[in-house]
């Protein structure tokens, strides 16, 4: 019951801040787009010339090309709510750690494990709830306008969510030690945007290179840290019913175990 109620604390402070709502109207605002794009874009399309042949394409009757419009969908979603969410609830746990927050919490008989466990669950939630939101909307605009009811799509939510689980790990390790939500935002979306990219590269940039030096600390690197533009690829995969590279799922997997571990061995001895 008392973590219950740190993870309904947690959801309401989300609302308060304003955080699920500005969340929800940005996917309503691209879920209102979806609707014209699919109002818009005729049912037949041609393609090629009169001089070498036109070929007629029915959109919807070809499962093929609607999976691949979704499986687009899929890295704009995958991007844009991994963007809103680090930025969403990066704030919940350094916030919470203000002197006065803490104080309050600490003073109810609650565990300082049950307040980070309710604190992570109510983040979840919170992304969880405008992930789904969104995913299930673009799925019933397509299976509307298509007739092509693609259940691999709406897994793109527990794609993402885990994404979102293996990053949000480093996030509470960067929040207890600094008590800073922008330092969390700003070394997150380095990652994501420089460190990840490059990871993901590394075998361009070892050829270049030509240092076995170069290899060892790239490719340990890699292993080591959470692969999210991988783990995009692998909604990508799902939603095209192609087999899954489960490598970068379960090496992200252990890293965040690992994150989570050392946060709450910090907030355990964090002396507040």
Same mark, same amino acid.
Not at 124 to 130: E, G, Y
Not at 192 to 204: C, T, Y
């Given at each position: 019951?008392? +973590?219950?109620?740190?993870?309904?604390?947690?959801?309401?402070? !989300?609302?308060?801040?304003?955080?699920?709502? !500005?969340?929800?109207?940005?996917?309503?605002?691209?879920?209102?787009?979806?609707?014209?794009?699919?109002?818009?874009?005729?049912?037949?399309?041609?393609?090629? *010339?009169?001089?070498? !042949?036109?070929?007629?394409?029915?959109?919807?009757? *070809?499962?093929?090309?609607? #999976?691949?419009?979704?499986?687009?969908?899929?890295?704009?979603?995958?991007?844009?709510?991994?963007?809103?969410?680090?930025?969403?609830?990066?704030?919940?746990?350094?916030?919470?750690?203000?002197? !006065?927050?803490?104080?309050? /919490?600490?003073?109810?008989?609650?565990?300082?494990?049950?307040?980070?466990?309710?604190?992570?669950?109510? %983040?979840?939630?919170?992304?969880?709830? *405008?992930?789904? &939101?969104?995913?299930?909307?673009? #799925?019933?605009?397509?299976?509307?306008?298509?007739?092509?009811?693609?259940? %691999?799509?709406?897994?793109?939510?527990? %794609?993402?969510?885990?994404?979102? @689980?293996?990053?949000?790990?480093?996030?509470?390790?960067?929040?207890?030690?600094?008590?800073? %939500?922008?330092?969390?935002?700003?070394?997150?979306?380095?990652?994501?945007?420089? @460190?990840?990219?490059? +990871?993901?590269?590394?075998?361009?940039?070892?050829?270049?290179?030509?240092?076995?030096?170069?290899?060892?600390?790239?490719?340990?690197?890699? &292993?080591?840290?959470?692969?999210?533009?991988?783990?995009?690829?692998?909604?990508?995969?799902?939603?095209?019913?192609?087999? /899954?590279?489960?490598?970068?799922? #379960?090496?992200?997997?252990?890293?965040?175990?690992?994150?989570?571990?050392?946060?709450? #061995?910090?907030?355990?001895?964090?002396?507040?």
């Amino acid at each position: 019951m008392k +973590l219950m109620a740190l993870i309904e604390f947690t959801f309401r402070e !989300g609302l308060a801040r304003k955080t699920i709502i !500005g969340f929800a109207v940005i996917s309503t605002f691209f879920l209102v787009i979806g609707i014209i794009a699919a109002l818009l874009i005729p049912t037949v399309i041609e393609t090629g *010339n009169p001089q070498a !042949g036109v070929t007629t394409i029915d959109i919807t009757n *070809n499962t093929q090309v609607i #999976w691949q419009v979704q499986a687009a969908l899929t890295g704009f979603i995958n991007f844009a709510a991994l963007v809103l969410s680090i930025f969403a609830t990066a704030s919940i746990l350094p916030n919470t750690m203000e002197k !006065g927050s803490i104080d309050l /919490l600490l003073s109810k008989p609650v565990s300082r494990m049950e307040i980070l466990l309710g604190k992570i669950l109510g %983040s979840l939630l919170i992304v969880v709830v *405008n992930v789904a &939101y969104f995913i299930v909307g673009m #799925w019933l605009i397509v299976g509307l306008r298509t007739g092509e009811w693609n259940p %691999s799509f709406l897994g793109v939510t527990i %794609s993402i969510t885990y994404t979102y @689980i293996v990053l949000f790990a480093p996030m509470l390790v960067i929040g207890i030690a600094s008590h800073s %939500s922008a330092l969390t935002i700003i070394v997150l979306y380095v990652f994501i945007f420089l @460190i990840s990219p490059i +990871l993901e590269s590394r075998e361009a940039i070892i050829q270049l290179a030509q240092s076995d030096i170069a290899k060892t600390v790239l490719d340990t690197l890699y &292993y080591i840290l959470p692969k999210p533009d991988a783990l995009g690829s692998v909604s990508y995969d799902l939603v095209m019913h192609q087999s /899954l590279d489960w490598m970068p799922v #379960w090496s992200s997997g252990l890293f965040a175990v690992a994150m989570y571990g050392l946060a709450a #061995w910090q907030f355990r001895r964090k002396d507040f």
